[in-house]
């Protein structure tokens, strides 16, 4: 802060001159270096990801003799000579870029967020709750799209444009979303219609929710390549929040300290993580239960979860009794928000309210936006 006072910067021109800067930066080197740049990182990383995703694609393939992008079965994707491969899904490079990029956005976002009366906190944290549901909603839209596609049918909205409902684009799509909402309904207050933002701002985000996945149970209804399996959901949500509410209440009993700068918020914290945990076991292990196909983890950590509960298990048995694979990931995604939520105290509450609900929210989101994916996909089968 006293290097910007010295060159009479403020943190939001700082701040914005770094993200223009660093987006010129990219733009020039994938122009000048195209393969090596562009291709080689860029495409490679994060863009042939995407629109591998879109196309439901085993892997795209960049021929560097030829320069060309062709789609590749699971054999060309593991032999491919001379050129860059690219999968869906998170790589170990893009989940760490991921993470660099989110921490520099949440800086942007706190400096929004100073600007604005957002009190009393924690109701603004509940509002945001269904904008986080709705991210997850929105991303099986785009889950739709490919499965027209496999039924040789042309999708409501195709690839570039649908690259929007993809992480790590979604994530933007969403926030704009709701940075709108919230500035909508800072209005409506400001023009005397209504006396708080806070539940305005839920009745919008629980609208859009409503309205995505009301689609998709209207895309269930008027094609046979979807099907929605309501008891996932049953199940899903049912585990989730009990699994959720027990954690809680034995914080509570044998840690109180735990939950006493959260409150009911932690609560939440638990509940989003819990619903991914409990989507990714049944997709990765009881989706025969209602004739789905296969569902593979995406994410590095979910991989290695998998292959290390195999190795020690050796198998998907134990003493005989099929448990699958996952099982470990639901219970770490118990302990994880825990030991997070330990951090939360009354004192950093006081201290920094806004970084506090902020970092809270983000924390929800990677667990809750996800989570909410896996259970909706796997729910219509798709």
């Not at 990182?41 to 085993?58: C, H, I, K, M, T």
């Not at 992008?69 to 491969?85: D, E, M, R």
Request: net charge negative; aromatic share 14%.
């Amino acid at each position: 802060m006293e290097l910007l006072d010295r060159y009479g910067r403020s943190p939001e021109a700082a701040w914005l001159t770094a993200f223009l800067g660093g987006v010129v930066t990219v733009i020039t080197a994938a122009v000048l270096f195209t393969e090596r740049v562009y291709y080689g990182f860029l495409w490679r990383y994060f863009w042939g990801p995407v629109e591998a995703d879109s196309q439901g694609a085993n892997c795209l393939i960049y021929q560097r003799d030829s320069g060309e992008v062709i789609s590749g079965g699971a054999n060309a994707c593991a032999n491919a000579q001379n050129a860059f491969v690219a999968e869906p899904g998170y790589t170990i490079v893009s989940t760490i870029s991921y993470i660099l990029i989110l921490v520099f956005m949440l800086g942007g976002v706190y400096l929004l967020l100073e600007r604005l009366t957002l009190e009393p906190y924690n109701r603004f944290f509940y509002a945001l709750v269904p904008f986080m549901l709705f991210g997850g909603a929105l991303r099986v839209v785009e889950d739709s799209f490919v499965a027209a596609q496999r039924a040789n049918e042309v999708p409501a909205i195709e690839f570039p444009a649908s690259a929007a409902f993809i992480s790590p684009f979604i994530y933007f799509t969403v926030f704009l979303i709701a940075l709108a909402s919230l500035l909508f309904t800072k209005w409506l207050v400001h023009a005397d219609i209504t006396d708080n933002f806070h539940y305005p701002l839920g009745i919008i985000g629980t609208g859009w929710l409503a309205g995505t996945f009301g689609y998709l149970l209207y895309l269930s209804q008027t094609n046979d390549w979807m099907t929605l399996h309501g008891s996932v959901l049953v199940i899903s949500l049912g585990i989730a929040t009990a699994a959720a509410v027990l954690t809680y209440l034995g914080a509570d009993q044998f840690r109180p300290e735990i939950n006493a700068g959260t409150g009911l918020m932690g609560l939440v914290v638990l509940w989003g993580h819990a619903i991914d945990g409990i989507a990714n076991v049944l997709a990765n292990d009881w989706s025969q239960l209602w004739n789905l196909g296969t569902y593979t983890a995406k994410h590095p950590f979910n991989r290695f979860i998998i292959d290390a509960t195999t190795a020690v298990q050796s198998g998907s048995e134990i003493a005989g009794v099929y448990v699958g694979t996952g099982w470990p990931f639901f219970f770490i995604k118990l302990v994880v928000p825990v030991l997070i939520l330990s951090v939360f105290d009354r004192e950093f509450f006081e201290e920094s309210p806004r970084f506090a609900i902020m970092l809270l929210g983000a924390i929800v989101a990677v667990g809750l936006g996800p989570g909410t994916r896996d259970m909706i996909r796997l729910a219509f089968g798709i």
